[in-house]
Structures are given as C-alpha cells and as structure tokens.
C-alpha cells in the first residue's frame, strides 16, 4: 500500500498545499513518539474538519493507503507511529474547546486540545477535570481518550474513560457519526464511547469529544513521606487504603527515580531514602486538612521519621512537577529505557516491587520504578545502552519476566500507556485467542480494509 503521486496531489487538495507535506524533515520529525522507536510515514496532512478527515480516509479506502492519526506524539507504546508508511493525520488543528456548560457540567472539545489548557480552562469556571496524565502540558484529549489515559488522580477519580461520554469520529471507511450522550445518564443500544476510548486510534478518528465535569474541590493538602524501605512504603499505601481515605493522589519513587530527578529539579527529595510517597489529599478545607492529619499519624510509626505537609500551594507545585518529570529524566540512566507500566491489585504491590529488585540485582541492570502506588499501576523502567545488543536483550527478558510475574500476581501488562507496537507481542500472554479473535471481528466491522492504524495491537 504505498502512498502514489496522484495520491498526495489529491490529498493537498481535500487540506490544501500548505497543510500536506512530504519534505523529510515533517517526515521525520512525524515518525517518532516518546517510545524513540522511528517509522516515517510518507506523508503527513494537517486537516481541520470532520469533512477533511472523511475525505482522507475515503481516498484511502479508494487509493489503498493506511493513515495514522496523531496528536501530540507522546504515546508510550507507539501507536502514533506510522508503521507501515502512508499518511500520518496530525490533529493538532483541532485545538478549540467549543463548550463549556456549567449548568450541565459538560464540556464539548475538538481532539487536539492541550489537556493542561482544557484543565485550566475549566478550573477558571470552578470546575475539574480529573483525569490528569503527567504528559498533560503537552497530550492532546484526542490521544488520551484514544489511549484511555490515566494519571494520579485515577484511584479517587477514575481515567480518561470516566469522562468520555460522547463524541463525533470519522470511521475508517469515511462516514462522519456520532454517538453517547450530553447527560448524566443514557443507556439506548451499545456503549461506542467506551469502546472508543482505549481503542488507540485503530476504530475511527475522533474528531470532537463530550467530556464530563466535575465541581473543583475547594482544598488540598500535599504531604511527603519518606522511607527506609520499599517494601514499608507498599505498606503504608495499603494503611491508608485499609482505613478508608482515598487521597486524590497517592503516588510513590524509588531511590533511583528520587535520585534521578532531584539531580535536576534540586527540590529538596531525600536522595538517601529507599522510597517517597507523595500523597495529595482533597476535600472542604476542613475536610482535607483532617484527613491529611490522619495520614501523617497512621504513616509515622512506618516512615524513618520524615513525613511533611508541604506549606504552600507553591512547594505542593514543585513537589507534584519533580513527580512528573521523572520519565524524561530518566534518560540520564542509559540511552536505552523500556518503559512499562504495568498494574498489580494494590495488596500485591509489595511482592511486585520485591520482584523487580531482584531482577534488578539478578541482571545488574539500572531498573527504576514509580508511579500511581494508589492504584498498583507501576511504571517501572529498565535502563540499557542501546549500543550494545547483548544488554538489549537482556532487558527484553526482564520486561518478558515482569510481565509474567504480573500475571500471576492477577495484574495487567500495561494500566495506562496502551498496548501499540511496543506490547503487541505480548496481547496473548493477557487476552485469550478467543477474545483476541472476538476483537479483530469488531476491526473488521469498522475498517474492512484495514487501511487505520494497521501494525498495532492486533497483529
Ligand atoms: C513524560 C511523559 C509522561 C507521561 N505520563 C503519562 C501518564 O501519567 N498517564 C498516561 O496515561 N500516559 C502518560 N504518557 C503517555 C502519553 O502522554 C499518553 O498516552 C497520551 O494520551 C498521548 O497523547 P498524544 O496526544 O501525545 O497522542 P499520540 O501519542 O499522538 O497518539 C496516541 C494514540 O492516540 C491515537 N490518536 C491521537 N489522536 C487521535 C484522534 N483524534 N482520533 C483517534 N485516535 C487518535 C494515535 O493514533 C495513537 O494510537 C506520558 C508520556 C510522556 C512522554
């Protein structure tokens, strides 16, 4: 399915010249996603409308060519990535939120909306929307709601899933739809939205999003706590669950991710302890400031003496940005990073976390772990020098490991990030051939000629 001379002219007609490019440096620079792995398309459009993007794929369904769409191309398992060439459909233009009803609380959104810009824009209204991936200064709705994005506040709020409850998509074969509901409720035939969100770009193209909204909670508390040992810090992420307080985020870093990030944010982490948990607490004021209080007693007895309340909403700020900038610190460890981010029962977090210590020490490799303690989802990292194939394998065999340690443990292999190209070997280790089967006859339903996102998840 290459891309032909008569098929670029046509597409520079349906976006016009200035929005169709096939120079190398759009072909590179729409090649890479944040897995570092590089598949140029031979083209890239920039549509505008749902009448654009209609145009596209039914030239493709007729020229025979695959097309990809992307938004900011921070995904994690490559499902931006044009692997099989063709046309990449950059949805950046699609950057207006066109509705925000406080009366409702729902808000209509084109796809490549900023989801940090959509999430200030709401907060100014009073309101909030939760799902909040630590990519959310950069990722686009379209790609969250395509990857079911999550975040920190997905043990007390939920991912993007909870959120999505209608939108407008072009299906593969060109058709513009709609479907879901501007309500709280709506139950009339199957639930599309849900099948959507998550589908990582494979199903349609999401041209405009209905988002659910909540009131802002009116106060916060950020509270660190610092430990001797991993396994303790696990512990204490149990306390709290077991005594009935779900913090808004409750998120914890190994001594290497601290370690890492501290190096280059310099926001006073404890570079000597084993772990940190950072935990954020929501509510009234009196509420929050309760809650937090009882935390700090129930974690004392657990922590090497260190737990702390940040003072202002200025150092909760510092604390929650050195948290998000861990991933890409991390590439001070190594040129080579597999990034996994697998989901254990939260009970089960302590045998995990042991586990991959272990292999860890077994293979001598830099292994760092961190992420959403509250909800089992770990992402933990396996660092390498991509120089040197021997290392590459063995850090494959690590991720083959863990993953099947997860299993066993009663988990899954990715909680977040998506299956793409980067886990499409694994998709069977979870999901039984009959399911698997099952999901491809639902990919034949919507793109018979398989000409969307083709190379990802289902192979
Ligand atoms: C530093 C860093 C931190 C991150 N933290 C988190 C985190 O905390 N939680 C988390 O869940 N993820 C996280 N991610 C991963 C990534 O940001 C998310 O998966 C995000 O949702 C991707 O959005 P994007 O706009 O970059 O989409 P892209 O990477 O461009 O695309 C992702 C997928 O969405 C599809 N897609 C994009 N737009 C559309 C559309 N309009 N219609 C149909 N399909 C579409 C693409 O085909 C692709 O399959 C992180 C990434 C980085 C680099």
């Not at 006073?268 to 509510?283: F, K, Q, R, S, T």
Request: aromatic share 6%.
């Amino acid at each position: 399915m290459g891309l032909s001379p008569e098929a670029f002219e046509r597409l520079a007609k349906i976006v016009g010249t200035e929005y169709c490019s096939r120079l190398e440096e759009d072909r590179v620079c729409y090649g890479y996603d944040a897995t570092r792995r590089f598949f140029p398309p031979e083209a890239v459009v920039f549509p505008a409308s749902a009448r654009e993007v209609s145009a596209v794929l039914t030239l493709a369904n007729e020229l025979k060519f695959c097309v990809t769409p992307r938004g900011a191309g921070s995904g994690m398992s490559g499902g931006s990535l044009p692997v099989v060439g063709g046309v990449a459909m950059v949805m950046t233009r699609f950057d207006r939120i066109l509705n925000i009803d406080t009366d409702n609380l729902v808000a209509t959104v084109q796809p490549g909306v900023i989801t940090g810009v959509f999430q200030r824009a709401v907060e100014k209204k009073g309101l909030f929307y939760p799902p909040d991936p630590s990519s959310a200064d950069f990722s686009t709705l379209g790609g969250n709601a395509a990857e079911c994005a999550g975040g920190a506040s997905g043990i007390k709020y939920g991912v993007t899933r909870d959120y999505v409850i209608g939108m407008e998509m072009v299906l593969p074969t060109g058709e513009i739809v709609s479907f879901g509901v501007n309500t709280a409720k709506g139950v009339v035939g199957y639930d599309l939205a849900r099948l959507i969100v998550g589908s990582e770009g494979t199903l349609g193209v999401i041209t405009q999003l209905t988002l659910r909204l909540l009131p802002l909670p009116e106060s916060s508390r950020t509270l660190m706590a610092v430990f001797d040992r991993m396994e303790t810090a696990a512990e204490g992420v149990a306390d709290i669950i077991r005594e009935g307080i779900i913090p808004r985020a409750l998120e914890y870093m190994d001594n290497a991710a601290i370690r890492c990030v501290e190096a280059q944010k310099k926001v006073g982490l404890p570079v000597d302890a084993e772990a940190v948990l950072l935990i954020e607490i929501d509510g009234t004021e009196t509420e929050a400031e309760h809650l937090a209080r009882r935390v700090v007693s129930m974690l004392e007895g657990r922590t090497r003496g260190d737990i702390r309340m940040a003072k202002s909403s200025e150092e909760a700020a510092r604390l929650w940005q050195a948290r998000k900038a861990i991933s890409p610190a991390l590439r001070a460890y190594g040129t080579g990073k597999l990034n996994e981010d697998i989901v254990v029962p939260r009970s089960r977090i302590p045998e995990m976390v042991t586990k991959i210590r272990e292999l860890g020490e077994k293979t001598g490799l830099t292994m760092v772990s961190f992420g959403h303690a509250g909800d089992g989802n770990i992402h933990f990292n396996v660092m390498f020098d991509r120089e040197d194939a021997k290392q590459e394998k063995l850090a494959l065999s690590v991720v083959e490991e863990v993953f099947d340690h997860t299993l066993a443990l009663g988990g899954s292999i990715s909680g977040e990030h998506g299956v793409g190209v980067a886990k499409a070997l694994y998709m069977a280790k979870e999901i039984s051939p009959d399911v698997v089967a099952l999901m491809k006859r639902i990919k034949y339903a919507f793109d018979p000629a398989g000409i969307l996102n083709p190379g990802k998840m289902l192979l």
